[in-house]
């Protein structure tokens, strides 16, 4: 696991504790006001020692800070940061990042939504997804499906889209795939 994984996985982990989502959406809701150990402790209706605990600990995580004058404040660019590193550990994100006008149709990693049939945008991301693929021979249907589930939860409508492109070829029994035209070599 690389260290921005292991970062992103700790900030997480933290955030995983219903009493410190809690206390840190409070940070959050109160802003630049920021909360004091007395204030958390009496939004949360927790004792302040346990109110400390969960400000030390979201401290600790880098999600929260805390003054000199005992006011603590949620740091949302450390959440921010987890997630954008969580997104570039999906196994489509390298590809993608060469098809930034398909980001649109992305989540987190994860095909969301297919364009309308006839558009350049079908076509581009049949290429993506035939490059993520990355078939040699053939494979059957079950294959195939459980390489797509990777990225989307849509594997009928994607395969069938690689099929309807091109870049997918299907055997008239409908049960064995393979690749179908050339993939483009990449550009330097």
């Excluded at 009493?19 to 959406?25: D, G, I, V």
């Amino acid at each position: 696991m690389s260290a921005e994984a292991a970062r992103a996985a700790e900030v997480l982990a933290q955030l995983s504790s219903p009493p410190r989502l809690l206390a840190y959406a409070e940070l959050v809701r109160r802003g630049k006001e920021g909360a004091t150990i007395a204030e958390l402790a009496y939004l949360l209706d927790v004792k302040p020692p346990q109110a400390g605990e969960l400000l030390a600990r979201l401290t600790g995580a880098g999600l929260a800070t805390g003054t000199g004058n005992g006011v603590y404040r949620a740091q949302p660019g450390a959440l921010r940061e987890a997630a954008a590193a969580v997104d570039r550990m999906q196994p489509i994100a390298l590809l993608l990042a060469e098809y930034p006008q398909l980001k649109g149709n992305f989540a987190h990693g994860r095909l969301t939504a297919l364009p309308p049939t006839m558009s350049e945008r079908y076509q581009q991301i049949g290429e993506l997804l035939a490059r993520f693929l990355a078939l040699e021979g053939l494979h059957d249907e079950d294959a195939i499906n459980r390489r797509l589930s990777a990225i989307t939860d849509d594997v009928a409508g994607a395969r069938r889209m690689l099929v309807e492109t091109g870049w997918l070829e299907r055997d008239r029994a409908g049960t064995t795939y393979g690749p179908g035209r050339p993939l483009p070599q990449p550009t330097p």
